[in-house]
C-alpha cells in the first residue's frame, strides 16, 4: 500500500469485483467519489474479504474507511497490518479486534529453517548431519523467529553446492556483510529498513543510539531514557519516556515485563536490527564499538564510544583510532582496565559516563571524576567494589543523573551538595556489615542494637536539602534521626522517595515530612525494627497525588490515612503482618484507583477466617500478588462482582494451609492465575541482587 493513494485503493478494489474486460473501462477515469459508488454497486449481496497491509498512518484509514463501510456486501471482514500499535487500535475501537503477532516458536522456526534448506518436511540434523546442528541453533538465534529471515537465509543455504559447517559459519560470522551487500538477503534489508526509515527525526537518534548496547540482551527502559536526557535527545525524562513507547507502538523494539507489578522495564531489540543499526551509526560516525575484531584504521571523530567485555586491545591502540577529545559518552562493559583512567581525562566534553556492572572498578579509579566538568549522567550502578565517592563529585555541576545502586557506598561526600542541576539519585544495596565499621551516630536508629546490620540506604551529609531540582532521591538511611529527616522536608519538588531505617522515634518527624511534599508520587519505607504503623500512624495529610507506596517490614495495622489516598495505583506490603481480615480488606478495596497489589509473606494473620474479597470492592485492580508465609486461612474467597477488571491472579503460599479458594469464575476479566506452592528461593534479605533490576 505504499505510497498510499486512497483513489487507486478503491479502484483497484473495484476493478477487482467488476466482471466488464472491456480494456477501455470507465472506472480508469473516475474520480474518488464516483468510485466509492461503483464500489457499494459492484459489492451488493457479496462476500468480501479485504487485507490492507501495512498501514502506516491513522489518516490513511480515516481517508478510505466511510467508502469501505459503505459497501453493500452481505458480508465484510477488513484485515489491517501495521507496525504501530496506535494505528491498530484507531482502526478497530474493541480490544479483541487487536492481535499482536509473535515470532515463530523454537520448533517452527527450527522446521521452517530445515524444510527451506533440504526442501523437505522430515530433516533430521541430528541424525543426516550433526556437524550442522550448532550451526542451525545459531543461524535461528539470529533469527530471533522472524520467518522472513529464516527464509530468505534458509533459501539462500539451500542454492549453496555443498552444505558444510564452514559454508555456514561463515554465513553467521559476515551475517552483517551479507545483508548490506548481498542481492540475496535484500527482502530482509528492505523489510527492516522501511520502518526505520519511517522514523521522525527524533526517534531516528534514539533508536541508533541502542546500537551502544549490542552486547546486552535486555537494555533498562530507565537506563536508555536518563541517557536519552543527557545526550540532549529529549528535554525530560517524561518526553523520553513518551519516545520509548513510541518505538515500542511501531515495533521497532520490544518491550519486556519483568512482572505484572513492575511493569515494562527494559527492552530488546532484533539481532538483525542490531546489525543494521550498528552498520548505520558508525557510518555515521555516531558510535564506535571496541570489540574482538574490529577496525583498528582511524575513525576520527565519534561521539560515543563503547568498550566491548572482549576487547584487549592496549592504550595506544585506542588513542589511534579514535579522537577522544569529541567523545561525548563512554560505556565500558566487562573488567575495568587501569589505562582507562588516563584516556577518559582527555575526554573532556564527555556527557554520558556509563560503567554500569563492571569488574573490579573502586574508588580509588574515580579521584579524577570532577574533571569532567560537562558530564550530565554516571552510573556506577552494579560495581560492588566501589566503597566511596570521592569528593571531587562536586565539581560535576551540570550532573542530572547518579546512579550508585548495589555498590557498596554507605556514605555520600559533603561535596554532592554543590550539584545543583542533580535530578536523579538513586542508592542503597542489600547487604549485612559490622556494626563497628558504621561511623554512624549509634544510637540514631534502633537496628544498630544488632551486632550486624542490613543495609539497604546512604547516609546523606547535611546540606542535602538544598537541592531543590532533585526528583527521585532513594534510598537514605535516616541513620541521622531528625537531621537527615529535615533535609527531606526541604526537597519540596521530590517526585520519588525511599528511606530506610524509620522507627517509632523518628516517626512523626518523616510523617510530617512527607505531608510537606506536595508533588510525591512514589514512596517506599523499609523497617528492620518495631511495627511500622506506630512510625507511621501520624501523618497528619499524606500527599494527595500519591500513586506508588510500598512498605517493607512488620506492619500489624493499616495506617488509617492509606484509606484516604485516592490516586495510588500500586501498593506493596512486604513481609507485613497484618490483621483485621475484613477491615484491611474494605479499605483496600475501596482505593479508587488501586490497579496492582501485592501482598507478600505474612501479609494476613486472619487467625483461621476466610480472606474475602468483597462484592463492589477493587474496581479497577489489574493484577493482584498474594504469597502467604505460615497463614493457616481456611479459603480464599472472591465475591460476585468483587475485582471486576482483574487480568492476573498470582498466588505464592509456603507452610500455609490455604488450599481452598471459592469465587474465581466470577472474576469476568481474568486471563492468567498462577500457584506456586514453594517460594523455592531464600528471604529477600538473602538473595542475589541483580545490579539490572528494576527501580
Known amino acids: 500500500m505504499q505510497p498510499f493513494n486512497p483513489e487507486e485503493l478503491l479502484r483497484s478494489l473495484a476493478l477487482e469485483l467488476d466482471t466488464n474486460e472491456d480494456p477501455m473501462n470507465p472506472m480508469d477515469t473516475m474520480g474518488f467519489e464516483e468510485l466509492t ?48 500499535e496506535d494505528i491498530a487500535k484507531h482502526c478497530c475501537k474493541k480490544p479483541e479486534c487487536t492481535f499482536r503477532l509473535h515470532a515463530l516458536q523454537d520448533k517452527d522456526a527450527y522446521d521452517l529453517f530445515t524444510r527451506k534448506v533440504f526442501r523437505t518436511k522430515n530433516a533430521d540434523l541430528a541424525k543426516e548431519y550433526p556437524e550442522l546442528l550448532e550451526l542451525a541453533k545459531m543461524i535461528l538465534k539470529k533469527c530471533d523467529g522472524l520467518p522472513l529471515a529464516i527464509e530468505t537465509i534458509g533459501g539462500y543455504l539451500a542454492e549453496q553446492p555443498r552444505k558444510t559447517a564452514m559454508e555456514w559459519r561463515k554465513v553467521i560470522e559476515q551475517i552483517s556483510v551479507e545483508l548490506e551487500m548481498n542481492p540475496k538477503f535484500e527482502p530482509i534489508r528492505t523489510a527492516l529498513a522501511v520502518p526505520y526509515n519511517g522514523l521522525p ?26 541517557r536519552w536526557v543527557a545526550e540532549g535527545y529529549s528535554p525530560d525524562s517524561s518526553v523520553a519516556d513518551r519516545y520509548f513507547m513510541e518505538l515500542a507502538q511501531r515495533s521497532m523494539i520490544s518491550p519486556m515485563q519483568g512482572s505484572v507489578f513492575s511493569g515494562i522495564n527494559s527492552c530488546q531489540v532484533h539481532d538483525l536490527i542490531y546489525d543494521i543499526i550498528v552498520a548505520e551509526s558508525m557510518g555515521e560516525n ?44 563512554l560505556t565500558v562493559f566487562g573488567k575495568w582496565r587501569k589505562f582507562y583512567c588516563y584516556i577518559s581525562h582527555k575526554m573532556k566534553f564527555l556527557r554520558v559516563l556509563d560503567l554500569e556492572g563492571t569488574e573490579g ?95 539497604f540506604g546512604v547516609n546523606v551529609p547535611r546540606g542535602i536539602g538544598k537541592l531543590k531540582t532533585l526528583h527521585t532521591l ?8 531528625n537531621a537527615t529527616i529535615k533535609e527531606i522536608k526541604a526537597l519540596t519538588g521530590l517526585h520519588k522517595v525511599g528511606v530506610f531505617g524509620i522507627d517509632a522515634n523518628n516517626g512523626p518527624e518523616f510523617c510530617s515530612a512527607i505531608s510537606n511534599l506536595g508533588s510525591l508520587e512514589s514512596l517506599s519505607v523499609r523497617s528492620e525494627e518495631g511495627d511500622l504503623y506506630d512510625c507511621l500512624h501520624s501523618m497528619p495529610s499524606p500527599p494527595k497525588n500519591l500513586k506508588s507506596l510500598k512498605l517493607y517490614g512488620c506492619l500489624k495495622k493499616l495506617p488509617k490515612w492509606i484509606k484516604g489516598l485516592q490516586n495510588l495505583e500500586k501498593l506493596k506490603l512486604d513481609t507485613a ?3 483485621g481480615n475484613a477491615e484491611t480488606m474494605q479499605v483496600l478495596g475501596s482505593l479508587p484507583k ?52 482483574l487480568k492476573v491472579l498470582s498466588l505464592e503460599l509456603l507452610n500455609s494451609k490455604t488450599s481452598f479458594f471459592s469465587g474465581l469464575e466470577s472474576l469476568r476479566s481474568i486471563k492468567e492465575v498462577a500457584q506456586r506452592d514453594d517460594l523455592r528461593g531464600r528471604s529477600e534479605r538473602d538473595r542475589e541482587y541483580d545490579p539490572r533490576a528494576g527501580e
Open 286 to 329: 555516531l558510535v564506535f564499538r571496541l570489540e574482538e575484531g574490529c577496525s583498528s584504521n582511524t575513525h576520527g571523530t565519534v561521539r560515543h564510544l563503547v568498550v566491548s567485555s572482549n576487547w584487549v586491545g592496549d592504550e595506544r591502540e585506542l588513542e589511534n583510532t579514535v579522537e577522544l577529545s569529541r567523545i561525548r559518552s
Open 474 to 481: 532513594r534510598s537514605v538511611h535516616l541513620a541521622w534521626g
Open 361 to 455: 572498578l573502586t574508588g580509588h579509579h574515580l579521584e579524577h571524576i570532577g574533571e569532567h566538568l560537562h558530564l550530565r549522567y554516571l552510573s556506577l550502578r552494579g560495581c560492588n567494589g566501589v566503597t566511596y565517592l570521592p569528593g571531587s563529585v562536586g565539581n560535576l555541576g551540570q550532573l542530572e543523573t547518579l546512579d550508585i545502586k548495589f555498590t557498596r557506598i554507605l556514605d555520600l561526600p559533603r561535596t554532592i551538595t554543590k550539584l545543583g542541576k542533580l535530578r536523579l539519585l538513586q542508592a542503597g544495596s542489600a547487604y549485612s556489615v559490622q556494626r563497628r565499621t558504621l561511623q554512624w551516630p549509634l544510637g540514631a536508629c534502633r537496628c544498630y542494637k544488632k551486632s550486624t546490620v542490613h543495609l
Open 577 to 579: 503482618e497484618l490483621s
Open 37 to 84: 459508488q461503483a464500489l457499494a454497486r459492484l459489492s451488493e449481496g457479496k462476500k468480501c474479504l479485504i487485507v490492507l497491509d501495512n498501514l502506516s498512518s491513522t489518516l490513511e484509514w480515516d481517508s478510505i474507511v466511510q467508502s469501505l463501510i459503505g459497501m453493500k456486501t452481505s458480508s465484510l471482514i477488513i484485515v489491517i497490518t501495521t507496525r504501530q
Open 594 to 645: 488501586l490497579s496492582i497489589l501485592h501482598l507478600q509473606v505474612k501479609s494476613f494473620q486472619s487467625e483461621g477466617r476466610p480472606i474475602t474479597f468483597q462484592g463492589g470492592s477493587f474496581r479497577s485492580l489489574v493484577a493482584l500478588h498474594l504469597s502467604f508465609n505460615d497463614v493457616e486461612n481456611e479459603s480464599l474467597e472472591f465475591e460476585p462482582s468483587s475485582m471486576p477488571e
Open 201 to 226: 527525526y527524533y526517534l531516528k537518534s534514539c533508536f541508533l543510539y541502542m546500537s551502544i548496547f549490542r552486547q546486552e540482551r535486555n537494555v533498562s527502559r530507565s537506563r536508555l531514557v536518563r
